[in-house]
């Protein structure tokens, strides 16, 4: 059994210097929830106060107001409404007891004063490393929108992505074949032509259909343009037809524009196919080289929501079809990684 839980004073230790505070970007079904694992056993490591510290409520609460508190009611799977928020605490995560040292921030924050507030917490709350060396670590969040640059730190991003082909299957087999997720895309939320039902009515999803729905999400999400989130994400008011505007992502135009923004922001990117992703990681968030593997003994291997069975083989032809449904993606994804690309293709301005 490996001890990683270190030894701190009792309650928060403040740490008021201008710093780097990371911003975790999900996607589903591109490991995002070992990630957020494995960030909530590195946030309690080091110390990080939970969210229902009082501290933190002190030093949010004035800065977060809840615009809705109905916005705080979830639908549970019987289709009726519950509230899983904290009481007092209108800006925490619904599921934030899943990982209390890992701060996740709920869908309703979209006021840049309270992400603010929660970034220059995030890092004033972060624990010193007490560690004489060089090495540094900083906080991770999770928050569907960044600080504004008049904030007290510095924020940037960090993004997992997968390779899209891969991505969209998983997706589709996931969310729509099986029905998973609380059953998001087949009733919850939006009926969108997936699960039992449909298979036996004839209208059930194929992958293409499904990718022409859901699929270039990498771009779409990182560009920051709400017109190519309308319809395909839940801040972009999920619909069972997908995105509300298929035809306004240009390609290579947005994917050009992420790369852009990545690359002048000092983003942290990685592939989920990397084999040296926790290397780039630890590089990232300031640990020192081998902390993921030899201090919390992880070796970032999917496990959270991974799918039973081996995933099947697709036929070559649907592959192509898909690969030129994707291809804004695939030029994005093959642009950051050149050395996981399959065609050769990279965009001109790789992070390599």
Known sequence: KVNWQRQHPAGPKKNDDRGDVYFMVQFGK???????????????????????????????????????????LRQDNDLTKKKFTKPGYPF?????HMNP????????VNDKNCTDAIAETAWKLWPNSESADRYRSKPIV???TLCTPQSKVKCRRLVQLREPVSHIQSSFEYFCKNCKDNRKYCGS??????GPKHRK??????????????GNSFTRKLNGDEQLLAGGTIQGELSPDGWTYPDALE??????EVLRSLRNAGDCVVALEDPNRLSKIEACMGDRPGFYTEELALNGHNKTNKSNGAKKKLDSKVTVELRKILATDIY?????????ATNGAVGINSLE
């Open 332 to 340: 994005l994804y093959e642009s950051l990684f050149p050395f996981l």
């Open 251 to 256: 390609f290579p135009i947005h994917a050009d």
């Open 30 to 72: 591109a490991g995002s929830s070992t990630l957020r694992d494995m960030f909530e056993i590195r946030s309690e490591w080091y110390g990080n106060p939970d969210m229902g510290h009082p501290t933190v409520n002190r030093s949010l609460v004035g800065r977060c107001i809840n615009p809705d508190p109905k916005s705080n």
């Open 201 to 214: 009515i004839g209208d059930h999803e194929t992958i293409q259909s499904w990718a022409e729905k859901f």
């Open 142 to 144: 999770q928050s569907l």
């Open 189 to 194: 939320l939006v009926d969108a032509k997936c």
């Open 92 to 96: 925490v995560e619904f599921q934030w």
């Open 101 to 108: 040292h890992f701060w996740r921030i709920e869908h309703n």
